[in-house]
């Protein structure tokens, strides 16, 4: 009974929370260069520099806040708002999962403008949309 306890309460304190951020790669190349430039840049390098990248725009977080962030992408058929039909997409996604006591929703932001403007470039780029 003692053990059901200390394990209920050890499971208490590791439950996460996911935050998730998404960009659609978008502008005038075709769906398989779009692609290639994920395969090529969409790594786990690249998830290194964003993190190094946060650490200097944000001082306040810690490596301890950004371990259990991942950045990947993947391939989607987007439907149309007004009804014309759908397409394929390519949507890059960057996720972390965090405590309950930690507000990733700067960091998240802050990590979504540095990669949809690498991504789409600054000309359109447009505001981050970021989910709980």
Not at 35 to 48: D, F
Not at 53 to 82: F, H, K, R, V, Y
Not at 105 to 119: H, N, P, Q, R, Y
């Amino acid at each position: 009974m003692l053990l059901a306890a200390l394990l209920g309460a050890s499971l208490a304190c590791v439950v996460a929370r996911t935050t998730k951020s998404t960009i659609e790669v978008r502008g005038d190349r075709t769906i398989e260069q779009k692609l290639r430039w994920v395969e090529e840049h969409i790594t786990e390098t690249r998830l290194t520099r964003l993190k190094a990248q946060l650490m200097e725009q944000i001082p306040s977080i810690t490596n301890e806040q950004l371990a259990d962030m991942s950045l990947g992408w993947n391939e989607t058929t987007l439907q149309s708002l007004t009804g014309n039909g759908s397409s394929k997409g390519i949507i890059v996604w960057v996720t972390i999962q965090h405590s309950k006591e930690f507000d990733p929703s700067t960091m998240m932001t802050v990590a979504t403008a540095i990669l949809d403007t690498e991504i789409n470039g600054p000309e359109v780029a447009p505001s981050p949309k970021v989910a709980p």
